[in-house]
C-alpha cells in the first residue's frame, strides 16, 4: 500500500555527513514504524535504525552516536542523518516501512564513503 522512495546517497569523504530521506506514499504514513537498513558488498543486510509510529528510535551499535533517524508525519517523510562518516558506512541504504506482518521497502540509495 505504501510506496517508498530514498534519495540523498551519494559520495563523501570519511568524517563527513550525509542526510538520507525516505518518502512515502500511497498510505496512512503515521501508522507505520520506519527503519533504514543498509547492505555491503559482500555482506548481508543489517538493520541501522528504526523509529516506531510514536516515535521511539533504536541503533545498532555500530551507528550509535554518529547516526540519527527522524520522521516529519506531516510530509511522509523519514530521515536518517549520518555524521562521522567512514568507510565501513558504505552501502546501498534501503527504507523500510512495516505495518503488523506487512512490510515494504525502498529501492536503496548508494552511500559511498570514501578519499
Known amino acids: 500500500q505504501v510506496q517508498l522512495v530514498e534519495s540523498g546517497g551519494g559520495l563523501v569523504q570519511p568524517g563527513g555527513s550525509l542526510r538520507l530521506s525516505c518518502a512515502a506514499s500511497?498510505?496512512?504514513?503515521?501508522?507505520?514504524?520506519m527503519g533504514w537498513y543498509r547492505q555491503a558488498p559482500g555482506k548481508q543486510r543489517e538493520l541501522v535504525a528504526t523509529?516506531?509510529?510514536?516515535?521511539?528510535?533504536n541503533y545498532a551499535d555500530s551507528v550509535k552516536g554518529r547516526f540519527t533517524i527522524s520522521r516529519d508525519n506531516p510530509k511522509n517523510t523519514v530521515y536518517l542523518q549520518m555524521n562521522s562518516l567512514n568507510p565501513e558506512d558504505t552501502a546501498v541504504y534501503y527504507c523500510?516501512?512495516?505495518?503488523?506482518?506487512?512490510?515494504?521497502w525502498g529501492q536503496g540509495t548508494q552511500v559511498t564513503v570514501s578519499s
Open positions: 523500510k516501512a512495516v505495518r503488523g506482518r506487512l512490510q515494504h
Open positions: 500511497g498510505s496512512i504514513f503515521s501508522i507505520y514504524d
Open positions: 523509529i516506531t509510529s510514536g516515535g521511539l528510535t
